[in-house]
């Protein structure tokens, strides 16, 4: 190539970088190579400054237990499973099992896995209990910390995006098991609660400001659900995150915030035009049809407002309907993060562990038991029993015990490396 046609295209070259430089400033994106990922119209942007779709999978169970994953019916929150253990083998016992249940359930072999199958995100559903000490306003267990550090450690090590999800907040957003509330979405009409909720994301958000692994935060996942007094609630849902982002905002700039729409993530009739430079909207869908229809009026908030849109939860069902889902999502350009990663005897998840020899009398006591002493103890197993089959789990639910759903991790369009998820 001749000197002049090399001078001319490097002024070419020069002339579109400074296009894209341009583009970004008018859209508020973070400066390419600062490190942290961001937000240009419609787009999730990398640090490089390219489209970025989120392929992803939730880290359910492991910081907020669910029932219905340990094939459990009664005891379906994380206080009822609690109290379900606390009756079977006494409350040290239980508190001892929760803290190696914790260091087991996910560990680094884990997120590694998640990398080697080309997964880019996890989102980590926590539970406001495990930082505070709610009977005592503003008393910080900063020891739960070290679950979330290490986390994101380990998704730092890999590659991994992190989207951190505060699936439980103070007083209950929700109003189900998933929140860990008492049955009502307390938060809205709590000040108290509130206060706690919003200092603790500031407290996160302040510790995690410079983390450029984490990528942002999922404020309240599936709030208010749909049998509550909608008309009088979902009015105060914005107005809650206007409080927790500009609580966010006097710590840390740099991170993403998620806002879920009302009744289980579905409902964006809630919100106004965007307050913050780097909001993203974020719904769940279950069990529906995979047609166009189901998503469009997040496609059209979307294009109506020129911000992004993320699925932060489906899955929980046939390989067939999620390979569907999953397609449907994407050729809307679309990311997205499946539930769960790991779940006990079951297909529908990544990986999957044996229930425990024994668990069938856990199961028995947890649909026996009524409210009163007596019945407790009419209906509690040999605490010997008990003991061993949580011993058993303790080491099942370790990611070189568990089996791999190929199905599943099809449907993700992905597979299974050759060799298997463990290196």
Same mark, same amino acid.
């Given at each position: 190539?001749?000197?002049?046609?090399?001078?001319?295209?490097?002024?070419?070259?020069?002339?579109?970088?400074?296009?894209?430089?341009?583009?970004?400033?008018?859209?508020?994106?973070?400066?390419?190579?600062?490190?942290?990922?961001?937000?240009?119209?419609?787009?999730?942007?990398?640090?490089?400054?390219?489209?970025?779709?989120?392929?992803?999978? %939730?880290?359910?169970?492991?910081?907020?237990?669910?029932?219905?994953?340990?094939?459990?019916?009664?005891?379906?929150?994380?206080?009822?499973?609690?109290?379900?253990?606390?009756?079977?083998?006494?409350?040290?016992?239980?508190?001892?099992?929760?803290?190696?249940?914790?260091?087991?359930?996910?560990?680094?072999?884990?997120?590694?896995?998640?990398?080697?199958?080309?997964?880019?995100?996890?989102?980590?559903?926590? %539970?406001?209990?495990?930082?505070?000490?709610?009977?005592?306003?503003?008393?910080?267990?900063?020891?739960?910390?070290?679950?979330?550090?290490?986390?994101?450690?380990?998704?730092?090590?890999?590659?991994?995006?992190?989207?951190?999800?505060?699936?439980?907040?103070?007083?209950?957003?929700?109003?189900?098991?998933?929140?860990?509330?008492?049955?009502?979405?307390?938060?809205?009409?709590?000040?108290?609660?509130?206060?706690?909720?919003?200092?603790?994301?500031?407290?996160?958000?302040?510790?995690?400001?410079?983390?450029?692994?984490?990528?942002?935060?999922?404020?309240?996942?599936?709030?208010?659900?749909?049998?509550?007094?909608?008309?009088?609630?979902?009015?105060?849902?914005?107005?809650l995150y206007k409080k927790i982002v500009a609580a966010i905002r006097t710590v840390d700039t740099n991170?993403?915030?998620?806002?879920?729409?009302?009744?289980?993530?579905? %409902?964006?009739?809630?919100?106004?035009p965007p307050f913050d430079a780097l909001a993203v909207y974020t719904f769940h869908k279950y069990w529906?049809?995979?047609?166009?229809?189901?998503?469009?009026?997040?496609?059209?908030?979307?294009?109506?407002?020129?911000?992004?849109?993320?699925?932060?939860?489906?899955?929980?069902?046939?390989?067939?309907?999620?390979?569907?889902?999953?397609?449907?999502?994407?050729? %809307?350009?679309?990311?997205?993060?499946?539930?769960?990663?790991?779940?006990?005897?079951?297909?529908?998840?990544?990986?999957?562990?044996?229930?425990?020899?024994?668990?069938?009398?856990?199961?028995?006591?947890?649909?026996?038991?009524?409210?009163?002493?007596?019945?407790?103890?009419?209906?509690?197993?040999?605490?010997?029993?008990?003991?061993?089959?949580?011993?058993?789990?303790?080491?099942?639910?370790?990611?070189?015990?568990?089996?791999?759903?190929?199905?599943?991790?099809?449907?993700?369009?992905?597979?299974?490396?050759?060799?298997?998820?463990?290196?």
């Amino acid at each position: 190539m001749r000197r002049t046609e090399v001078t001319r295209s490097c002024q070419q070259m020069l002339r579109v970088m400074m296009t894209i430089m341009v583009t970004a400033m008018a859209h508020g994106v973070v400066a390419a190579g600062d490190g942290f990922v961001s937000i240009r119209g419609k787009e999730i942007i990398d640090p490089a400054g390219f489209p970025l779709l989120l392929r992803g999978i %939730n880290l359910g169970n492991w910081l907020v237990p669910e029932g219905y994953m340990f094939k459990l019916d009664s005891a379906s929150s994380p206080r009822l499973i609690n109290g379900l253990l606390s009756e079977l083998v006494g409350p040290d016992e239980a508190r001892e099992f929760w803290k190696e249940f914790r260091e087991a359930y996910i560990t680094r072999e884990d997120i590694r896995a998640i990398k080697r199958l080309g997964l880019n995100s996890v989102r980590v559903p926590f %539970n406001a209990r495990l930082f505070i000490a709610e009977d005592y306003d503003a008393v910080y267990l900063e020891d739960a910390f070290k679950y979330l550090d290490r986390v994101i450690a380990w998704c730092g090590e890999s590659g991994i995006s992190v989207i951190l999800d505060m699936h439980c907040a103070p007083g209950g957003q929700t109003g189900d098991n998933i929140d860990d509330s008492y049955g009502y979405p307390f938060l809205f009409d709590s000040p108290a609660a509130q206060d706690r909720t919003i200092d603790l994301w500031r407290k996160i958000a302040r510790r995690y400001a410079t983390e450029q692994t984490v990528i942002g935060y999922d404020l309240l996942n599936e709030p208010i659900a749909h049998y509550f007094d909608t008309a009088r609630l979902n009015p105060l849902l914005e107005p809650l995150y206007k409080k927790i982002v500009a609580a966010i905002r006097t710590v840390d700039t740099n991170h993403l915030v998620f806002l879920g729409g009302a009744q289980w993530d579905s %409902n964006f009739a809630v919100f106004g035009p965007p307050f913050d430079a780097l909001a993203v909207y974020t719904f769940h869908k279950y069990w529906s049809d995979t047609t166009q229809a189901v998503i469009q009026d997040y496609v059209d908030f979307r294009s109506m407002h020129d911000v992004p849109i993320w699925m932060g939860e489906s899955g929980e069902n046939t390989d067939r309907w999620i390979t569907s889902f999953r397609s449907l999502v994407e050729r %809307n350009n679309i990311g997205w993060c499946f539930w769960p990663f790991k779940r006990m005897d079951a297909s529908r998840c990544v990986l999957t562990y044996d229930m425990p020899d024994g668990w069938g009398l856990v199961q028995q006591y947890d649909r026996a038991r009524g409210t009163g002493y007596s019945s407790l103890r009419a209906h509690r197993p040999d605490p010997a029993v008990v003991r061993a089959a949580l011993k058993q789990l303790l080491r099942s639910v370790r990611f070189e015990h568990c089996r791999t759903n190929a199905g599943f991790i099809e449907a993700l369009g992905s597979r299974v490396p050759d060799g298997g998820l463990k290196e």
